[in-house]
Structure formats: C-alpha cells, structure tokens
C-alpha cells in the first residue's frame, strides 16, 4: 500500500507558478515509479507527466513541456510537480499516482491520492 496526498494546490494568475507536492509513506514510496494526472470539469482524467522510481527516466504530456518539471525526494517520500506560466487551461484538478513503471496510462497506475485542485485566473 502506497497512501498517497496531494498538496500545494490553490488560486494563481495566469503567467504564475506554483508547485504540488505528492507525500507518501513505507518503503514501497521509493521502489515505485509516480505520475501525476489532472481532471478538469467535465473531462477525462488526463496524464501529466511520469518519473520512475530512480528519478532516471521522465516523460510530459506534449502540452506540458518546458512549463513543468516533475521530481522526486525518496528520502522524504516526497514527489513534486512545479509548474511555471501557468494558464487557465491548466485549471484542473490534480492527482498523483504509483505504480510499478513510469507510463502514461492511468490504468496501470495503482495507487491514487485525493487530488489538490489548481485555478488558473485568466
């Protein structure tokens, strides 16, 4: 079991910054590769970005590229997505999930947390 929360959400102008943070717990936290994910009103739950359980090997979301920048600390259990000039569209809902390799597809993710909501002010 990998308990999961979200942090660092909140109300921003377009242009700003913020950056989540995903705590986890145990053992399992360190040999598990992350991501994180985003839902907007309305939408399907979409990806965001992975990392694996090293850190060695990343991937974005096309649309995020060059705006966010996911890491990791496994000796706080701890993973982050910064995120730079944001934009309305990236009002969402954001959640971060483990699992056993980095990938896009949200349905080989097992654990979730509870999501921290991000809106972007235009």
């Known amino acids: 079991q990998v308990p999961l929360v979200e942090s660092g959400g909140g109300l921003v102008q377009a242009g700003g910054s913020l950056r989540l943070s995903c705590a986890g717990s145990g053992r399992a936290f360190s040999s598990s590769a992350m991501g994180w994910f985003r839902q907007a009103p309305g939408k399907e739950r979409e990806f965001v970005a992975t990392i694996s359980a090293s850190g060695g090997y990343i991937y974005y979301a096309e649309s995020m590229k060059g705006r966010f920048t996911i890491s990791r600390d496994n000796s706080k259990n701890t993973m982050y997505l910064q995120m730079n000039d944001l934009k309305p569209e990236d009002t969402a809902k954001y959640y971060c999930?483990?699992?056993?390799?980095?990938?896009?597809?949200?349905?080989?993710?097992?654990?979730w947390g509870q999501g921290t909501q991000v809106t972007v002010s235009s």
């Open positions: 999930a483990a699992g056993p390799h980095p990938t896009i597809f949200r349905a080989e993710f097992i654990h």
